[in-house]
């Protein structure tokens, strides 16, 4: 049986190898064999599909509630401006520097600490681990494909770095592909029209839009702009401008019901979502698991960035260590004593938890 320190040395030495295997999105196959064979080495029967790999705690029992603890393996690119080799862990200050130190592998390293720890003792729940990929690009072969292959969840707690806090409530996400039509003409005589003031128009309608309904903890619809293309040349009023509108979405409203707002707002152009399947995720103030952490001092929020919650058709929480402000940014680090303090965090939290 592990203790606590063995398990903090342990998640620590994975990590730093997992931040010298590259693991990009849609290119996580050596990550996950780290995972999994040391998954093997401490005897935990683990099963994988593609890049994902998940353990079922060995007495799992259908007539009791089921709690998954999900992170990701893969990373976003190195971003410009790193002065250290982002494929090298560095330790020195009290950090541990590399690409997804922060992001996600400190948490996906925790949780499966806290797995090992607690099944290791009898609970009144079954546990999941699961370390999935592709979750930085919302990518269809990563939890989405699993969640079918699992026994059913009834709550999850989602590794992501919130500084231990909980985030009992996400933002979704829709990404807009808008376009406006005009009618090419000469730019030098007053001919055609012009799909580019269309498009502007319909930019600052979305820029100025109102909502009736707002979240209490995920404030309000939040739509932006990113992208913008028209023309060919410089003498041709354009006949045609296509732009890209980034919505983070709340729980005021379905993925559906803002789709047709924003469609309202601006009806000189077309809006065609790639997706609406990211949906705003969360979990009651009534939850078990969330009265226990209010006992423990930590403070519920809602979070405005993007995880695979989206995908979760079931109650869930985020809680990881680091700081979601290091996330995707050159010199990205986590500092070893955050990672020991989310795993005892972990175990306090669901050790002979009552769901």
């Known amino acids: 049986m592990a203790d606590i320190d063995e398990l903090y040395y342990d998640a620590e030495d994975l990590l730093k ?64 401006g790193w002065t250290l080799d982002p494929f090298t862990p560095t330790e020195t200050d009290g950090r541990i520097y590399g690409l997804g130190s922060n992001d996600a592998g ?23 681990f699961l370390a999935s990929c592709e979750e930085e690009v919302s990518g269809r072969q990563g939890i989405e494909s699993v969640l079918p292959m699992l026994p059913k969840i009834d709550v999850a707690i989602v590794g992501e770095p919130t500084g231990m806090q909980p985030a009992i409530a996400e933002k979704g996400l829709m990404v807009l592909d808008a376009e406006a039509v005009g009618r090419s003409g000469h730019a030098a005589r007053n001919e055609g029209i012009n799909a580019l003031y269309i498009a502007i128009d319909a930019i600052n309608a979305l820029r100025n839009i109102t909502f009736n309904k707002q979240s209490e903890l995920l404030g ?72 226990r952490l209010l006992t423990m001092g930590k403070v519920p929020f809602g979070s405005p960035t993007l995880s695979d919650q989206a995908l979760m058709p079931f109650p869930s929480l985020k809680m990881g260590p680091g700081d979601s402000a290091r996330s995707h940014t050159a010199d990205e680090y986590i500092c070893p004593m955050e990672i020991r303090e989310a795993i005892h965090t972990y175990i306090t939290l669901l050790d002979y938890a009552a769901l």
Not at 234 to 261: G, K, M, S, W
Request: net charge positive; glycine share 2%.
């Open 17 to 80: 190898r997992m931040i010298a295997t590259p693991g990009i999105s849609r290119d996580e196959a050596r990550v996950a064999d780290i995972v999994e064979q040391q998954m093997q080495q401490w005897q935990l029967y683990c099963r994988r599909s593609g890049n994902n790999v998940w353990a079922v705690c060995p007495d799992f029992n259908p007539s009791l509630p089921t709690v998954l603890l999900n992170s990701h393996i893969d990373t976003v690119k190195p971003a410009q």
């Open 106 to 128: 400190a948490s996906v390293v925790s949780l499966l600490a806290a797995f090992r720890w607690l099944t290791e003792h009898e609970q009144r729940y079954n546990l999941i």
């Open 220 to 291: 309000p619809i939040k739509v932006s702009t990113t992208m913008i293309n028209a023309g060919t040349q410089h003498n041709v009023v354009p006949d045609v401008c296509r732009f890209v509108v980034d919505v983070r979405t709340t729980d005021a409203y379905t993925n559906l019901q803002t789709l047709e707002i924003i469609r309202q707002a601006a009806p000189t152009c077309t809006f065609t979502p790639r997706s609406t399947r990211l949906n705003p995720s969360g979990i009651s103030t009534d939850h078990p698991l969330v009265k």
